[in-house]
């Protein structure tokens, strides 16, 4: 069973910035970023392409996050800038069973991370 | 958007007896449907995509159904470790997830 382990978690301001990272050894993939808010349901927040030449996200997050890869270094990432209290959440990395991420549900998931943005 | 509901919201079953959990679409997803669960503190589970196909490592007591708008899991005889939380999910149309059942011990 493949270990996926985020970083970059924390405590951060209102308006600040974190950037999430995944250790992601799937570069035939895309990948994703779901998120749950505490006590809450799942929320996906953005997708990536095996590639990265293509990328989608959640209307509230748009302008905000950035989702990117370095297939050289099997690394997925999340840049998340203008936080707001509404992004709290513990962020999850996951896999795509498909090279585009779209049409496919994720197979693996990273443990989550928390992100708490916060005065 | 794709909304997707669940139902119950928590379901009471006794261990050794059969749980049917529902899913519903507000519009067609053809069978690109899938089912997790989640353990408190832990990531989500994939146990069953593509409506009725079981994810690596799961347990024939998992099965899934429906095609269209309207999906069920069903855990044909609870085992201690199954209460606990699914969600459905559909990736037809991007992606949106159910609010979750929740499986408690009756």
């Known amino acids: 069973q493949v270990q996926l382990a985020e970083s970059g978690g924390g405590v951060v301001q209102p308006g600040r910035s974190l950037r999430l990272s995944c250790p992601a050894p799937?570069?035939?993939?895309?990948m994703h970023w779901v998120r749950q808010a505490p006590g809450k349901g799942l929320e996906w927040v953005a997708v990536i392409s095996f590639d990265g030449s293509n990328k989608y996200y959640l209307d509230s997050v748009k302008g905000r996050f950035t989702i990117s890869r370095d297939n050289s270094k099997n690394t997925l990432y999340l840049q998340m800038n203008s936080l707001r209290p509404e992004d709290t959440a513990v962020y999850y990395c996951?896999?795509?069973?498909?090279?585009?991420?779209?049409?496919?549900?994720?197979?693996?998931w990273g443990q989550g991370i928390l992100v708490t943005v916060s005065s | 958007e794709i909304v997707v509901t669940q139902s119950p919201d928590t379901l009471s079953v006794s261990p050794g007896e059969r749980a049917t959990l529902s899913c519903r679409a507000s519009q067609s997803v053809g069978t690109n449907l899938a089912w997790y669960q989640q353990k408190p503190g832990q990531a989500p589970r994939l146990l069953i995509y593509g409506a009725f196909t079981r994810a690596t490592g799961i347990p024939a007591r998992f099965s899934g159904g429906g095609s269209g708008t309207e999906f069920t899991l069903t855990i044909s005889s609870l085992q201690p470790e199954d209460f606990v939380f699914y969600y459905c999910q559909q990736y037809d149309n991007h992606w949106t997830f159910g609010q979750g059942t929740k499986v408690e011990i009756k």
């Open positions: 799937f570069s035939t993939h895309g």
């Open positions: 996951a896999k795509a069973r498909t090279s585009s991420g779209y049409v496919a549900a994720f197979d693996y």
